[in-house]
């Protein structure tokens, strides 16, 4: 059994360490030099990809919160209209179809019972295509859908998914350029994304280096009750996995929220007992965080933000910063998604639950 998580104590920190190899993987016969590749998602590919005008996401869990990163690439960077849903409403909706909607799930196992379901509802209705983001090649909706871009993440035993996520959003930012390259990607963006892209695995691997850094303060959260995630633009979505991550595995109560929504609510909550995670990246959003951070600190709020070396956080009391390596900022959701597992990790190991296998969850749901 040892021998399988490799010399890690749990499947789960094996599974975080593979991350650089499995990204590598996944871009492995879908990148030029300075171009994507995009025969490589299946036969007829572009001819599919040249009606898209819309997409619609839908997935669960994990996958889910990939579709919600997705929406902004696609929207932002390919100016193609995107929604994003969970498969468990979407199938019981009314809703509308726009002519040339794609529908892509987003699926590790290809088996989740309300993602299959939402997809053969998908085919009874006007989509142009369907396209699955999966995990497993034999699966029912890699079976079932026109066109497979496969995440190469190999098999994921614990339950809460990691490499599975980061490996999703890699595809997906690889579909946002085969969409986008026909709308508002010109070649020297997309030559721009492919670089970020050839250097992800270099990138993720330095954000591992954080592992004893994030051990040490894991400690702090081990006797608390709740924790609320915090981030901004692209980086939400990435807060709500790691509220999830620390759920899952940890059983502290943990939410995310858009950090501009604090004042609507959450405030009320930050006490000296809650802490505060924030996922702070060098971008356009930053000044409009650290405002928002502020909030927290002047309410006692014990904070921890992951922010990029360039970004200015400097530590003090009740402001614990984690530095984090400096990336492009279209592959940063990837990049900080990192951290935030090994801290919910950190924080299971010294809470002594079981990480790979929590209570009540499965690693696949097959069944309503
Ligand atoms: C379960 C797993 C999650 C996963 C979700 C969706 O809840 O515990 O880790 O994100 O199912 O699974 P899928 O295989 O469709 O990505």
């Keep these: 059994d040892s021998a399988d998580k490799g010399g890690y104590r749990h499947f789960m920190l094996k599974e975080i360490f593979e991350q650089p190899a499995v990204v590598k993987?996944?871009?492995?016969?879908?990148?030029?030099?300075?171009?994507?590749?995009?025969?490589?998602?299946?036969?007829?590919?572009?001819?599919?990809?040249?009606?898209?005008?819309?997409?619609?996401?839908?997935?669960?869990g994990t996958s889910y919160h990939a579709g919600m990163v997705a929406k902004y690439w696609i929207e932002g960077i390919a100016g193609i209209p995107c929604r994003v849903e969970v498969a468990s409403e979407f199938r019981y909706r009314k809703f509308v179809v726009s002519p040339g909607t794609l529908l892509v799930t987003i699926s590790q196992s290809g088996e989740t019972a309300d993602t299959l379901a939402a997809l053969r509802l998908a085919k009874e209705l006007d989509y142009c295509a369907t396209l699955t983001v999966c995990n497993v090649a034999q699966s029912s909706l890699v079976r079932e859908s026109d066109l497979a871009l496969m995440t190469e993440a190999g098999?994921?035993?614990?339950?809460?998914s990691t490499k599975a996520f980061t490996t999703q959003l890699t595809a997906l930012l690889i579909l946002t350029v085969a969409l986008g390259r026909r709308y508002a990607i010109d070649k020297v963006k997309e030559a721009a994304i492919v670089s970020a892209l050839h250097s992800l695995p270099g990138t993720l691997a330095t954000a591992l280096e954080l592992d004893?850094?994030?051990?040490?303060?894991?400690?702090?959260?081990?006797?608390?009750?709740?924790?609320?995630?915090?981030?901004?633009?692209?980086?939400w979505p990435i807060a709500m996995e790691g509220a999830l991550k620390l759920k899952e595995i940890s059983y502290i109560h943990a939410e995310s929220y858009p950090a501009g929504e604090l004042k609507h609510g959450p405030l009320a909550l930050v006490d000296d007992d809650m802490?505060?995670?924030?996922?702070?990246p060098n971008d356009e959003l930053l000044e409009k965080l650290k405002s928002n951070l502020e909030e927290v600190q002047a309410r006692g709020g014990q904070l921890y933000v992951f922010a990029d070396k360039q970004a200015g956080f400097?530590?003090?009391?009740?402001?614990?910063?984690?530095?984090?390596?400096?990336?492009?900022?279209?592959?940063?959701?990837?990049?900080?998604?990192?951290?935030?597992?090994?801290?919910?990790?950190?924080?299971?190991?010294f809470k002594g639950t079981d990480v790979d296998q929590p209570r009540n969850l499965a690693k696949s749901v097959t069944v309503e």
């Design 212 to 235: 004893d850094e994030i051990c040490g303060i894991a400690e702090t959260f081990a006797d608390k009750h709740h924790a609320l995630f915090l981030g901004r633009g692209i980086q």
């Design 275 to 280: 802490p505060v995670v924030a996922v702070a």
């Design 155 to 160: 098999p994921e035993i614990g339950v809460a």
């Design 314 to 349: 400097k530590n003090e009391s009740g402001l614990t910063v984690i530095p984090v390596p400096h990336s492009e900022e279209i592959v940063a959701p990837i990049l900080y998604t990192l951290p935030l597992q090994l801290l919910s990790y950190h924080v299971a190991v």
């Design 25 to 60: 993987n996944t871009l492995q016969g879908r990148l030029g030099s300075d171009h994507i590749l995009e025969q490589s998602f299946g036969n007829g590919a572009s001819d599919i990809l040249d009606k898209v005008q819309s997409v619609q996401i839908v997935a669960c």
